[in-house]
């Protein structure tokens, strides 16, 4: 049976693909978010997963407000990437699993969620820059992947209560997938950030080190709220944390934090990275 090692939380910024395309992990902007990053490298090699599962958000490279699904999951045997207009370089393809895939939209579509399946699927900045901040130093990413799309873009919204519902029901999924994998999960996203209106630039660091810290010992917590209240206390586009629930949702039992880095700002954005491992 497949087994879940722990799961990865980071933000997702356009602008990082620029800074990795222009060698700027050094830059005095940077340093502070790429620095964060090899602990988790480190762990990475430690715990060795044969498959990455991506929880994100698309922005309009796959869907768009006209066709905007609450969940979709990705059933194709490879996943490309495209320009999005960000001057962000271009991502070779990455390689689907279509068994865990097919296994994980079964398993879910049972537990009567409503799934839009994508046997051809798009995948934007959300999913493929944490991957090449995960795997810096492979030409393409190494590991094959599973996308899930969450709408965090038009509402309605699924709420938080309802993406923790999500993660775990895909934790337990996973598990029960009758291969003998490693499976790493992975929620990209935020954190707090409005990037326009009367509030553009807002940031709260106070909720989001208070969230980051309780997806350790009480992953709950942040479903007391509203998908309303969780924008007025993040911002807009912070509501992408939902990614993060549903990742840590996903993992069963006990976790342990691996590493956390925590910086602002990041092109307006509150950046943050969270690595948990699954306890024996």
Same mark, same amino acid.
């Given at each position: ?11 997702h ?36 997963? &044969?498959?990455? +599962? ?5 922005? @309009? !490279?796959?869907?768009? =407000? #006209? ?5 979709? *999951? ?24 279509p068994?865990?895939?097919w ?54 919204l699924?709420?938080?209560?309802r ?16 291969? &003998?994998?490693? +499976? ?5 996203? @935020? !954190?707090?950030?409005? =990037? #326009? ?5 807002? *940031? ?9 810290d ?26 992408e ?40």
């Open positions: 049976m497949a087994r879940i090692v722990g799961a990865i939380n980071t933000s910024v356009p602008a990082i693909g620029r800074a990795i395309a222009a060698n700027l992990q050094d830059d005095p902007y940077w340093k502070p978010f790429f620095d964060g990053f090899p602990p988790v490298h480190a762990w990475l090699d430690k715990v060795r997963p &044969d498959v990455v +599962v991506v929880l994100y958000n698309d922005h @309009g !490279l796959n869907f768009f =407000l #006209d066709k905007m699904p609450t969940f979709a *999951v990705g059933a194709a045997p490879e996943y490309h990437n495209a320009d999005e207009g960000w001057g962000i370089p271009t991502l070779p393809p990455f390689k689907g699993v068994g865990l895939s296994h994980v939209i079964n398993e879910l579509v049972a537990r009567e969620f409503d799934l839009t399946t994508c046997q051809e699927m798009l995948v934007d900045h959300a999913f493929s820059l944490p991957l090449k901040l995960l795997w810096p130093d492979a030409p393409s990413c190494p590991v094959p992947t599973v996308p899930v799309c969450i709408n965090t873009v038009q509402y309605p699924p709420s938080a209560r993406c923790y519902k999500l993660g775990k029901a895909l934790g337990e999924a996973i598990a029960s997938w009758d291969e &003998d994998k490693r +499976v790493l999960i992975v929620g990209t996203g @935020g !954190l707090s950030h409005q =990037l #326009d209106g009367e509030r553009a630039g807002f *940031v709260n660091p106070a909720f989001d080190k208070a969230f980051m309780s997806l350790i010992d009480n992953p709950e917590w942040v479903t007391q709220y509203s998908n309303e209240e969780i924008v007025e206390k993040t911002g807009t586009q912070g509501i944390l939902l990614m993060w629930l549903a990742a840590r949702a996903a993992l069963p039992g006990k976790v342990s934090r691996v590493h956390s880095n925590y910086h602002i700002p990041i092109s307006n954005t509150a950046s943050g990275l969270l690595a948990m491992a699954c306890e024996d």
